[in-house]
Nanobody, 125 residues
Framework: QVQLVESGGGSVQAGGSLRLSCTAS????????MGWFRQAPGKEREGVAA???????AYADSVKGRFTISRDTAKNTVYLQMDSMKAGDSAIYYC???????????????????WGQGTQVTVSS
């Protein structure tokens, strides 16, 4: 089973940037779809971005043009670069892996079987 550990969360002012990292304990096989999700207090978990084995990314409409997902298989790591951040981006961010291909749309949580513990991101306005 793939173990996932997120890092890079923190506090930033609106308009600023953060980069999240997700490192897997085992090799991220090319068949894995890797995704980032977020959950704010009182809200459902939301799919933010996903990346497939060909490094093609898919994004939620709310983050398109501001967030970029990438992966470095040699480092067993997936990244989420977050730019032009808004207060509405504040949430706990989770990394997840699915032993399947990615959809061309924002990821859906029920298709992902392995999850990290989450990292807090706070954007102040």
């Amino acid at each position: 089973q793939v173990q996932l550990v997120e890092s890079g969360g923190g506090s930033v002012q609106a308009g600023g940037s953060l980069r999240l990292s997700c490192t897997a304990s085992a090799y991220i096989y090319r068949s894995y779809c890797m995704g980032w999700f977020r959950q704010a207090p009182g809200k459902e978990r939301e799919g933010v971005a996903a990346i497939d084995s060909s490094a093609t990314g898919a994004y939620a409409d709310s983050v398109k043009g501001r967030f970029t997902i990438s992966r470095d298989t040699a480092k067993n790591t997936v990244y989420l670069q977050m730019d032009s951040m808004k207060a509405g981006d504040s949430a706990i961010y989770y990394c997840a892996a699915a032993l399947a291909g990615c959809s061309s749309r924002a990821p859906v949580a029920r298709y992902f079987s392995n999850w990290g513990q989450g990292t807090q991101v706070t954007v102040s306005s």
